[in-house]
């Protein structure tokens, strides 16, 4: 089975620094990584994922994700946030293939607030 | 915006009542997903549905059911309901392909409220 363990619940920042969520995962087996952004009261969207190759992935509105194999971590960045940024984030896992591959596992979210 | 579309947005209900939400997918999607959001939580995968049969589920007891259709929209069917299936329940649609990566693309939910 995989987990997901997102270490910050929330975190609040000014507008214009940089931002850095966290997330580490547990699995067996190889998986594929995404993270989602949920805006308030809408459903989840896809921010960036990786697959294989690159361990760097560019995702939309300037967010970007290094996958990291051997601490097992999938960390979010961005150098300079806006207020429009401030949503709820997800980190989530995927077997890559077998098995449960069509389920995706969710942490619990990180709660991301730019202030003025 | 996805092109998953869920109907309908809220809901209120009350114990021991039945609920049926609706889900159409992306156009070209062959595979629908379903995910409870408890408040405060990350989503919960309830089931997924292929070629109409279910493909994998859960831990949900069996008064969540569903559906898919010929033309690949779904429907979650809740029985029996508990104030603890108070959620959004979102839907999720891919397109399964051996080998391809399968992406889920997600709906806007449905806000269930149970009384």
């Known amino acids: 089975a995989q987990s997901v363990t997102q270490l910050d619940s929330q975190v609040p920042v000014f507008e214009e620094a940089p931002v850095e969520l966290r997330c580490n995962y547990s699995?067996?087996?190889?998986?594929?990584l995404f993270w989602y952004v949920q805006y308030p009261n809408q459903g989840l969207q896809l921010l960036l994922k990786?697959?294989?190759?690159?361990?760097l992935v560019k995702g939309i509105n300037g967010f970007e994700a290094e996958f990291n194999k051997s601490q097992t971590s999938f960390h979010l960045r961005k150098p300079s946030v806006h207020i429009s940024d401030t949503a709820e984030y997800f980190c989530?896992?995927?077997?890559?293939?077998?098995?449960?591959?069509?389920?995706?596992?969710f942490g619990k979210g990180t709660l991301l607030t730019v202030n003025p | 915006e996805t092109g998953v579309t869920q109907s309908p947005t809220h809901l209120i209900k009350t114990r021991g009542q039945q609920v049926t939400l609706r889900c159409s997918s992306q156009?070209?999607?062959?595979?629908v997903s379903w995910y409870q959001q408890a408040l405060g939580q990350g989503p919960q995968f309830i089931f997924q549905?292929?070629?109409?049969?279910?493909?994998g589920r859960g831990n949900f007891p069996p008064r969540f059911s569903g559906l898919q259709f010929p033309n690949y929209s779904s429907e979650l069917n809740v029985n029996a309901l508990e104030l603890d299936d108070s959620a959004l329940y979102l839907c999720?649609?891919?397109?399964?392909?051996?080998?391809?990566?399968?992406?889920?693309?997600f709906g806007a939910g449905t806000r269930l409220s149970v009384l």
């Open positions: 999720a649609s891919s397109l399964a392909l051996q080998g391809a990566s399968n992406i889920q693309y």
């Open positions: 990786y697959l294989s190759g690159s361990t």
């Open positions: 989530a896992v995927r077997r890559s293939r077998g098995g449960s591959n069509y389920k995706l596992t």
């Open positions: 156009s070209g999607h062959n595979t």
């Open positions: 549905y292929y070629r109409e049969e279910e493909n």
């Open positions: 699995s067996s087996v190889s998986v594929y």
